[in-house]
Every structure is written in C-alpha cells, then in structure tokens.
C-alpha cells in the first residue's frame, strides 16, 4: 500500500512539471512578441499629400556622357532631394540604375541613402528650381528614361526622418542632344 501511494505521488509531481514548464514557455513566447512588436513599424512613412516635383529641363549630350537635370519644386512643401533611376531598356517600366554616386554638381549625395540632397534639411522651397549634373560614362547604351521621386526630412515620434515621395514619381523620356 505504502508503495503504490509513492508511486501515486511522483505521477501527479510529473504532471505538475509539464504544467510549469509549457506555462513557462507560454510567458517567454509572450514576453518575446511583445519585445519583437516594437521593432515592426505600425504605419508607413509617407510625404504630405502635396508634396510635387516638376522635371522642368533635361539636357543629355550623349558624346560628353553628361546628363543635366533641371527640377521644380511645383507642390506646397519645401522638398529635401530626390532618388534618381535611368534605364536603358526602352520595354523597362522601372527605371534600375542609380545615378546618385554620379553627381558633377546640383547638389551631394546623401549618405547611404542613394538620394541627392540639395543643402540643409528641406531647403528647395515652392516654387525653387535646381538644375543637377551627372557623368554618365558608365553605360554604353544611350539612356532612354529618367525617374525622379522627391525626398523629405519629416519629424516622426520626435525623430527626422528621411522619407520617400514614391506617390510624387515622375518620368522623362531622354534624348541625345
């Protein structure tokens, strides 16, 4: 008799094990979403709706390989820089090739942002143009296509960030001068 109640007990203290131990896991797979949640952003980063640029003049001499951009700031908000793609594919819908690392003069490249960026934060006021310069040596083929998205400096939770106009692209087609 005296057996079989040890034997009763070590059963219920083996159950009791597996309960604190998947109780356990439960409160660390808990305490590690919660920690993992903060580092997802909640809410895209988007630029405030009026925020334009205009490519007013594109001048591309393909003997000297320079490619001359002039741009307007035609919306309601004081704009940062833009990201530049050009394609040489005349079928590409999306322009592939950065030219940000190939500025001559028009403003500097921004970090490792890929973007140009035009002086201090937000400084090409309504209604302000630039004009951009870039060597384009690199690529044999004449380019056919030129995408310009404008870059803001916003703040988001007490912080600058660097945010992308993607709904303010526009796209000239290129011709040798």
Do not use: H
């Not at 001359?68 to 079928?91: A, H």
């Not at 006021?125 to 030129?146: C, G, H, I, Q, R």
Request: proline letters at 2%; one cysteine or more; glycine letters at 6%.
């Amino acid at each position: 008799m005296l057996l079989l109640a040890a034997q009763n007990k070590k059963g219920i203290s083996l159950i009791i094990g597996y309960i604190l131990l998947v109780a356990i896991a439960i409160v660390m797979s808990i305490i590690v979403f919660q920690w993992l949640k903060t580092y997802v952003p909640t809410e895209t980063l988007e630029c405030d709706d009026g925020t334009s640029l205009f490519i007013s003049d594109v001048f591309y001499d393909c003997t000297s390989n320079i490619l001359d951009i002039s741009v307007n700031n035609n919306g309601k908000f004081s704009i940062n820089g833009f990201y530049i793609r050009v394609t040489d594919d005349p079928d590409a819908e999306l322009a592939t090739i950065d030219l940000s690392s190939k500025i001559i003069d028009g403003g500097e490249e921004y970090g490792s942002t890929n973007s140009i960026e035009f002086g201090t934060e937000n400084s090409l006021d309504p209604e302000e143009y630039t004009t951009s310069s870039f060597d384009v040596t690199d690529y044999n083929d004449a380019l056919v296509k030129v995408e310009i998205i404008p870059t803001r400096i916003q703040e988001v939770d007490n912080k600058k960030r660097l945010v992308s106009c993607s709904e303010a692209k526009v796209e000239k087609i290129l011709e040798c001068e």
